[in-house]
């Protein structure tokens, strides 16, 4: 086993309007996600969780943005500046990171440290744009707007969140793949940026396999990796059940395979995280198992 891959714990529901996703990482490594990934030839090290205080047990803040723009937005600024450590740190000494999580707004950490010192793209597999602000979010769930942090879009260009924003990630090389759920002022955000986006319609028309590979020379070409953000609720809820906000209509299992045994093909991984699996809504650890699955595919996990 030469190649290593690095587990790093983000338990976090700060970003989510649902509890109970910050068990996710326990979840996920319950199925099984060590073994499986040294099934596939590749040696797997846990480096634990990071310490993330319960939300019951923050301290309030007098100077956190007021409700409905970017709900704990300081304690997601905590753990993501701890992740962005953990995976740079990672990749230095030579392994692979894999974060689960908890929410999607721990891919600002995850992207601000994989594009740390290094030109690195990205590739979104996710029902949902991740393309809010604190302006534009309805909700002001900070999982919906990590990869616009990620890349300094509107309210993020501002100097208060430079700790957000993945220096060496360029929107060129940003492909979401999949959407289906996007808020009007986010699909205009997207329309308006250079990212490549595929909703469920392009791969219902073109098929998965074009897509994908389509994403990856979008995201592989002229950098010097990609990161993998795979949100469970990509794939359709009647497949992967455990998850916030599910939305019908997406990519089946043998799709979501597919798509990660290409990405294990293009030998372009650089980090990855699984994100958004909630054991308080799955069923019998169902989409857990099928995170487990997904990653093991993605690290190069064959049937022959």
């Given at each position: 086993?030469?190649?290593?891959?690095?587990?790093?714990?983000?338990?976090?529901?700060?970003?989510?309007?649902?509890?109970?996703?910050?068990?996710?990482?326990?979840?996920?490594?319950?199925?099984?996600?060590?073994?499986?990934?040294?099934?596939?030839?590749?040696?797997c090290r846990d480096g634990g969780d990071l310490s993330v205080p319960r939300?019951?047990?923050?301290?309030?803040?007098?100077?956190?943005?007021?409700?409905?723009?970017?709900?704990?937005?300081?304690?997601?600024?905590?753990?993501?500046t701890a992740l962005a450590d953990r995976v740079a740190g990672s990749i230095?000494?030579?392994?692979?990171?894999?974060?689960?999580?908890?929410?999607?707004?721990?891919?600002?950490?995850?992207?601000?440290?994989?594009?740390?010192?290094?030109?690195?793209?990205?590739?979104?597999?996710?029902?949902?744009?991740?393309?809010?602000?604190?302006?534009?979010?309805?909700?002001?769930?900070?999982?919906?707007?990590?990869?616009?942090?990620?890349?300094?879009?509107?309210?993020?260009?501002?100097?208060?969140?430079?700790?957000?924003?993945?220096?060496?990630?360029?929107?060129?090389?940003?492909?979401?793949?999949?959407?289906?759920?996007?808020?009007?002022?986010?699909?205009?955000?997207?329309?308006d940026s250079a990212v490549t986006a595929y909703t469920m319609s392009d791969?219902?028309?073109?098929?998965?396999?074009?897509?994908?590979?389509?994403?990856?020379?979008?995201?592989?070409?002229?950098?010097?990796?990609?990161?993998?953000?795979?949100?469970?609720?990509?794939?359709?809820?009647?497949?992967?059940?455990?998850?916030?906000?599910?939305?019908?209509?997406?990519?089946?299992?043998?799709?979501?395979?597919?798509?990660?045994?290409?990405?294990?093909?293009?030998?372009?991984?650089?980090?990855?995280?699984?994100?958004?699996?909630?054991?308080?809504?799955?069923?019998?650890?169902?989409?857990?198992?099928?995170?487990?699955?997904?990653?093991?595919?993605?690290?190069?996990?064959?049937?022959?």
């Amino acid at each position: 086993m030469t190649r290593r891959v690095q587990l790093i714990g983000a338990p976090t529901d700060y970003g989510a309007n649902r509890r109970g996703v910050d068990m996710g990482p326990s979840a996920i490594r319950y199925a099984g996600l060590a073994d499986e990934i040294e099934a596939a030839g590749v040696a797997c090290r846990d480096g634990g969780d990071l310490s993330v205080p319960r939300m019951e047990e923050r301290i309030p803040d007098a100077e956190e943005p007021p409700a409905g723009t970017a709900r704990f937005l300081r304690e997601t600024r905590e753990v993501c500046t701890a992740l962005a450590d953990r995976v740079a740190g990672s990749i230095d000494d030579g392994a692979t990171p894999l974060a689960l999580g908890g929410d999607h707004s721990i891919a600002i950490g995850s992207l601000a440290g994989s594009a740390r010192d290094a030109a690195v793209g990205a590739i979104w597999f996710d029902a949902h744009g991740d393309f809010n602000t604190p302006t534009t979010s309805p909700s002001g769930n900070v999982h919906g707007m990590p990869l616009a942090a990620a890349l300094g879009v509107g309210d993020f260009t501002a100097a208060e969140y430079g700790w957000a924003r993945a220096q060496g990630l360029d929107p060129a090389h940003v492909a979401l793949v999949g959407l289906r759920s996007l808020d009007d002022d986010e699909r205009d955000a997207i329309r308006d940026s250079a990212v490549t986006a595929y909703t469920m319609s392009d791969i219902d028309q073109r098929g998965i396999a074009t897509v994908v590979d389509d994403a990856l020379t979008v995201a592989a070409d002229g950098t010097d990796g990609i990161h993998v953000s795979l949100d469970l609720d990509w794939l359709d809820p009647t497949v992967a059940p455990g998850v916030g906000t599910p939305v019908r209509g997406g990519v089946t299992y043998r799709e979501a395979h597919l798509a990660m045994e290409a990405v294990a093909r293009s030998g372009s991984l650089r980090s990855m995280e699984l994100v958004e699996v909630n054991p308080v809504l799955d069923e019998h650890n169902e989409t857990a198992a099928l995170a487990v699955e997904l990653a093991a595919s993605a690290f190069g996990k064959r049937v022959l």
